[in-house]
């Protein structure tokens, strides 16, 4: 058994193979081939396919993809849905009340609702063509660095440790991709990009970023009820004033519905379960017919960076960079971060191209962000940037400088500032009022683990477990005794459970690693930031059927 | 001593099986596909031999759509050496698979055709055994353990309550049981190597094989749902819903 790992040496890596990442390659191929130049790319990707872990609404915006590849409609891309009907809808406990006025930003005609999983995939055949190797089941389990400290690559996790974190007889140890850039798409909340940050003080003078979690199911409903193209987004219930957040249910072709709910991960209530909001709020009478007669077929979440202009770390570090949601590209007010993060990877390939071409000085692409700033991507996220914030004061609150800011396009001599990250924002379980969610009736709601059934999650059982305790006692000592575990609320795939012995004394926090869905979520709300998200084996976690 | 591995691209095993709606069969689209995991074995099994300097050369096969490419290119990342894809978009039936792999075997020549018991998707479990009977071959099924003399393989089958060991005189058709081995990781650097290897592709008509489903599907159906329990008082009550509910006593 060798512990030397075989070294690979590209021009580009990247990380993540999603639509960040993929446009990325893509552009720097397509680059490369009008120079008549020379570039190796490779993508690695921890799911087992590409799209296996990709979960989106989605409504695309194709703004990107029509710089990426004009000539998509011909090359098959899945983009089959128009947007046809946008309705805005606030939801009280028994009401439904149309909003007369749409806010521009949530005016879909001319996108497509898509599923991004699909998008990725049909990326990745178009990055194959143009000569990307892209290896999918292979996680980054560590950045790489010279002497200098200067980025040299990253490394794939070994595969084959048991759960006693000794080799097993299939042990296969990682390989090193080294690299003269690495481009990190690892999307939102990215595990080395959270390395990457604190060693290199990415996030000195900015915000905190703010995230948010997106539950999502897909169904098929009956086919009388379809009505492809309609975009329906709800506000209020079941969250209460203070709680950021909504729902959206697209229907798209194939009498398949998406169906999902956003919940800002600074909501303030240890009781709060946004897995049980999300399900509740299907029973609202005003929903819960799309969904009579039809069946759930998938179900996934994933966390979502909110902070928007404000967060956006210092993005480029000596050997690399980072691009897409790993970075917070998303416009909130749109609700949409897909052609963001397809923008910013062409936008750093680009920089990356020239680079590399041109022989500029130093190991750090700083054309990248100042290329960024000149792009409409900038400019975009700069008009909505006091969108999100303003939600900090309740949702009226919230609409009304939403409506202020929208009319004088971000114009206002200020900028909110997000105060506090997510794991700040808890009070104590005992100042807190309870929430009584009601039993999942199995037709329109339902339980965690039938849900992550749906999310064709798998990892190998005999290895460590990835979600890592900085201290054991924290779970108990604080999390328990002052905000009664929020990690069993928060967690969307039932990984945390208090487990206590026969006569209810001496509890224990048990962690289900096998069931995690890689939302991010424990990484970000756990109050002490005691638990650390880290890469399971390569191909481990959901196997996303076009989410 | 050459070795040919039969292997079939299914429906992953993590995937949930949705039948379509309209019961013509089950849902293809956006799903994940990967190799037949009994394949997997008897891949991982023909390797093993070469590498024990049993085998001179595995050859891995498949028959069905050019995605099943991937298929086979995970078997020569696992350390086959090279590949065929009979291509077809036609519904595979285990009778037309054993006549193409018949028509293989003249071909190649190989000493042992090491497949699957069964695979995941139809879990049919005859292409074995059809091929065997096909060639005129000694057949293995069920292995969970092979091992290889000069003329003859000694074949451990598991059958109903217990193991059966069986000598089998060469050339002969071995089909994988899921205990025979646990099939390795294609690391990084041999997925890129097998990107190198031989590859040929063929077609069934090349073959002179007609690949024509010959079994209709009716209709497909999801197993009934099962009801929720019920408690019940005292064992009164759970003898009379045994006897008058459930009539099975």
Not at chain 1, 43 to 51: C, D, F, L, M
Not at chain 1, 379 to 392: H, S
Not at chain 1, 487 to 501: D, F, H, K, N, Q
Request: proline residues 6%; negative net charge; aromatic residues 6%.
């Amino acid at each position: 058994m060798s512990l030397v790992r075989e070294v690979m040496e590209y021009d580009v890596l990247v990380v993540g193979a999603g639509p960040s990442g993929l446009s990325a390659a893509i552009r720097l191929k397509q680059r490369a081939r009008a120079a008549g130049q020379e570039v190796s790319v490779c993508v690695i990707e921890k799911g087992s396919e590409v799209g296996a872990h990709l979960l989106s609404g989605a409504v695309f915006e194709p703004r990107a993809l029509d710089e990426l590849i004009p000539d998509w409609r011909d090359h098959g891309a899945p983009l089959a849905t128009p947007a046809c009907e946008d309705r805005f809808i606030h939801l009280t406990r028994t009401g439904a009340y149309r909003l007369p006025v749409i806010p521009p930003q949530m005016r879909n005609h001319g996108n497509f609702i898509i599923s991004l999983g699909n998008l990725a995939r049909w990326l990745a055949v178009q990055a194959e063509e143009l000569g990307v190797e892209i290896y999918p089941g292979f996680a980054a389990a560590e950045v790489l660095y010279d002497e200098s400290g200067t980025v040299t690559g990253v490394a794939t996790g070994d595969m084959g440790i048991g759960k006693d974190g000794q080799p097993t007889g299939n042990f296969t140890r990682g390989v090193e991709l080294h690299a003269r850039q690495t481009i990190f798409a690892e999307g939102c909340r990215g595990s080395l990009t959270k390395a990457l940050m604190e060693r290199f003080n990415l996030r000195d003078d900015v915000d905190p970023q703010t995230y948010g979690i997106g539950i999502k199911e897909l169904w098929e409903i009956d086919p009388a009820k379809s009505q492809p193209g309609l975009i329906v987004h709800t506000i209020g219930w079941p969250l209460d004033q203070k709680t950021y957040g909504g729902s959206w249910l697209y229907h798209m072709d194939g009498n398949l519905v998406s169906v999902g709910f956003v919940v800002g991960l600074d909501y303030s209530n240890p009781h709060l379960s946004p897995f049980e909001e999300f399900q509740r709020y299907k029973t609202h009478p005003a929903i819960r017919p799309t969904f009579k007669g039809g069946r759930r077929i998938a179900y996934g979440a994933r966390t979502l960076s909110e902070g928007g202009f404000q967060s956006i770390p210092r993005l480029t570090f000596p050997g690399g960079l980072i691009v897409g949601d790993a970075a917070g590209f998303l416009n909130v007010p749109k609700i949409k971060g897909n052609h963001t993060a397809m923008k910013s990877g062409m936008v750093a390939a680009e920089a990356v191209f020239d680079h590399l071409v041109g022989g500029a000085d130093g190991p750090e692409v700083t054309a990248y962000p100042e290329r960024l700033k000149d792009s409409w991507l900038w400019k975009e996220l700069w008009e909505v940037r006091n969108i999100r914030p303003g939600f900090q004061k309740g949702l009226w609150a919230g609409l009304a400088n939403a409506a202020y800011e929208t009319a004088i396009k971000g114009r206002s001599p200020w900028t909110l500032h997000h105060r506090h990250a997510d794991n700040e924002t808890l009070v104590k379980a005992s100042e807190a009022p309870k929430i009584a969610y009601p039993k999942p009736d199995g037709v329109v709601s339902f339980d965690r683990l039938s849900s992550v059934y749906l999310s064709n999650t798998n990892h190998e059982e005999n290895q460590p477990a990835h979600l890592q305790l900085k201290d054991k006692e924290t779970p108990i000592r604080v999390n328990l005794a002052l905000y009664d575990a929020p990690e069993t609320l928060y967690c969307p795939a039932g990984v945390y459970e208090i487990v206590r012995s026969e006569d209810g004394t001496d509890p224990h926090l048990q962690i289900n690693a096998q069931n995690c869905v890689h939302c991010k979520t424990c990484d970000i709300k756990d109050p002490a930031q005691n638990i650390t998200w880290t890469v399971p084996e390569g191909g481990g976690g959901p196997n996303y059927p076009g989410m | 001593m050459k070795i040919l591995v039969p292997v079939k691209r299914v429906v992953d095993y993590n995937v949930k099986i949705r039948v379509k709606a309209d019961g013509t069969g089950v849902e293809t689209a956006s799903v994940k596909f990967s190799m037949n995991p009994f394949d997997e074995i008897a891949v991982e099994e023909a390797v093993r031999l070469k590498e024990a300097g049993k085998a001179t050369e595995v050859v891995v096969v498949s028959l069905g759509p050019s995605a099943a490419q991937e298929t086979l290119r995970t078997a020569l990342a696992m350390g086959a050496d090279r590949a065929i894809l009979v291509q077809t978009d036609a519904e595979v039936q285990p009778l037309a698979v054993a006549k193409v792999l018949k028509a293989l075997v003249d071909k190649e020549q190989p000493r042992i055709v090491l497949l699957g018991k069964q695979a995941i998707d139809d879990d049919c479990n005859q292409t074995g055994q059809m091929l065997a009977a096909l060639l005129g071959w000694p057949q293995g099924t069920f292995a969970s353990k092979v091992a290889v003399g000069d003329d003859a393989l000694t074949v451990t089958r598991e059958i109903d309550g217990g193991l059966e060991t069986i000598e089998l005189t060469l050339p002969a058709v071995v089909t994988a049981d899921l205990r025979l081995n646990e099939p390795r990781y294609a690391s990084l650097p041999n997925i890129m190597k097998a990107k190198k290897k031989p590859f040929e592709t063929l077609t069934p008509g090349s073959l002179g094989v007609d690949v024509t489903p010959r079994l209709t599907t009716l209709k497909v159906v999801e197993p009934p749902r099962r009801k929720a329990g019920v408690k019940v008082a005292d064992v009164a009550a759970l003898v009379d819903k045994l006897k008058n509910d459930a009539r099975v006593i």
